[in-house]
């Protein structure tokens, strides 16, 4: 997960006509059904079972790229709820409910972090916190999928819309979210709502998503050594000269827009002119448009360098044909922008589901799973399944499961308000 900030300030900003629809339809039907009220219990009495679940989920390693063993735990237990769960191509594991039409609400958590293979996973506990890589970022989405689907069957839920249950890869990083664009892909004639468990947290609603790119770019050239070959163009000292024009660039604050170099390597040893520079770059912005413009610059600047480096190396005498430097630009990720729209039944679950917890939300832009769905036009939301947390994304990640009901009755209240009952 990578939220970003607050789109609109804190509180419930709603419509007197939103309001009215929600209360007449979602939270109203929602509200007196018997089997609802057993939902919420439920999910209020299992707080313990979900967070001991949490733990064994996360202390199965799930590194880019390696959520094999994560996904085969998931298939499994998911499974014990009474779905039935298949695997796709992509490692994607997705439990179905079947509901009374071919509709369908999904309801996802990511599998995969950030942390490479031989991380120490193991969770620790102090005081009430548990502390462990992937401990929330996603070890809260997917326990809460998990305790989902028990509620429903234990409540003998029946649902209009057929509800998918799925644990998917490749939401962080270089994944590109390859898990979630694989089930748009399969479901998307029958997917009407999404809904993306990533990470803790009750006060929040991921409505909109930034648009991301990853951009890795290479110089190479003809190398050599340090004093004998001086004045051969050199990939670093390249790589630097557009580096320093790149990042003195102007990024507008509305539509905001940001960059940073996240990555550079290149050479071998001191004394060497080395023979290739890399690095990676993280661009973001609420616009699609300037996102291509700043990703323009980034070229720009990368072969404006290339030549102030050429230009010095002529000067020496050292710019042969055979001393000259490449570029190659490769787009290692891309990640397309979208927004919910403001009357969306989806939102109008959800608020519902907040009106009835006397829980508030601000909504928010970021980076999910919910990027692809709402990219092509299908409603989704990102949430938080419930908790507080910190430190994601670093090895210092902690959870605190207190108050997590709520965050599971949020969820469950806003599903079953757009998957509707039967
Ligand atoms: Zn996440």
Redesign the pocket.
Known sequence: ?KRAFILLTVGIVVSPLLQNFTRKTAAADLQNDPRITRVLEILRGSANAVTEEQIRITEIPAPPFQETARAAYMKRILASTGLRVETDETGNVIGEWPGSSTDIVMLTA?MDTVFPSGTDVHVKREGGRLLAPGIS??GTGLAALVALSRAFHEAKIKTSSTILFAADVG??GEGNLRGMRALVETYKKRLKYVVAL??SATEYVTTAALASRRVEITITGPGGHSWSDFGAPNPIHAMGRGIARFVAVRVPDSPRTSFNIGEIEGGTSVNSIPSNAHMKVDLRSESETELSALEGTLRDAVKAGIDEEMSAARDRGMAGASNLLNLKVNVLGIRPAGELAENSPLLAALLAADNQLGNRSRRERSS?DANIPLSLGIPAISLGAGGRSGGAHTLDEWYDPAGRELGLQRVALTVLGVAGLE
Do not use: A, V
């Open positions: 997960m990511h970022d996603n939401e962080e990533d990470g999910t």
